[in-house]
Antibody
Framework: QLQLQESGPGLVKPSETLSLTCTVSGGSISSSSYYWGWIRQPPGKGLEWIGSIYYSGSTYYNPSLKSRVTISVDTSKNQFSLKLSSVTAADTAVYYC???????????WGQGTLVTVSS | QSVLTQPPSASGTPGQRVTISCSGSSSNIGSNYVYWYQQLPGTAPKLLIY???QRPSGVPDRFSGSKSGTSASLAISGLRSEDEADYYC??????????FGGGTKLTVL
């Protein structure tokens, strides 16, 4: 059973880059034919898919965020990461990492981490 | 504005059957599978239904999904108090990204 845990700063200043890491345990990130993705949820609002990376390296991003998002994998650390540039208050949200056999079927989730964008 | 449209709220009494709708378009629901998630307060979402109507192991058969054309539905029969949660539909879009519904808050009266 895969387990995921997000980590990173809980506070980011406007215009800076939000960086989060998801550590995977219970399996190898490089040996599974899985997608590794990020989903966010602004306080009191619904879910928004940010993007996914396939174990082969192919990436898929939400068009509304594509110009600011990078998702990458570090197989040596069994981690994958999210970078979101030029953040504003609208990027304040709980950020979840998740894994799925196909991008829309997230089966295992991290507990989520709240990132606040504020000066 | 979410790409998939769900009613913001739904309610029912214990034992009742409740359905939640999800409307999309030909580029998402119309040509791809639909997935449903349950999010209990303060927790991460949980995959409830995959490939339109399949339940992961451990999900009670009280939960069922269906799809017709560009719409889908989640049905919960024998409603229980622990079913009170937010429910989200999701689908792959042919533009190569995942779209979510805005979520439906289910209240068990």
């Amino acid at each position: 059973q895969l387990q995921l845990q997000e980590s990173g700063p809980g506070l980011v200043k406007p215009s800076e880059t939000l960086s989060l890491t998801c550590t995977v345990s219970g399996g190898s990130i490089s040996s599974s034919s899985y997608y590794w993705g990020w989903i966010r949820q602004p306080p009191g609002k619904g879910l928004e898919w940010i993007g996914s990376i396939y174990y082969s390296g192919s990436t898929y991003y939400n068009p509304s965020l594509k110009s600011r998002v990078t998702i990458s994998v570090d197989t040596s650390k069994n981690q994958f990461s999210l970078k979101l540039s030029s953040v504003t208050a609208a990027d304040t949200a709980v950020y979840y990492c998740a894994t799925s056999p196909v991008p829309a079927a997230s089966k295992s989730w991290g507990q989520g981490t709240l990132v606040t964008v504020s000066s | 504005q979410s790409v998939l449209t769900q009613p913001p709220s739904a309610s029912g009494t214990p034992g009742q059957r409740v359905t939640i709708s999800c409307s999309g378009s030909s580029s998402n629901i119309g040509s791809n599978y639909v997935y449903w998630y349950q999010q209990l307060p303060g927790t991460a979402p949980k995959l409830l239904i995959y490939r339109n109507n399949q339940r992961p192991s451990g999900v009670p058969d009280r939960f069922s999904g269906s799809k017709s054309g560009t719409s889908a539905s989640l049905a919960i029969s024998g409603l229980r108090s622990e079913d009170e949660a937010d429910y989200y539909c999701a689908a792959w879009d042919d533009s190569l990204y995942v779209v979510f519904g805005g979520g439906t808050k289910l209240t068990v009266l």
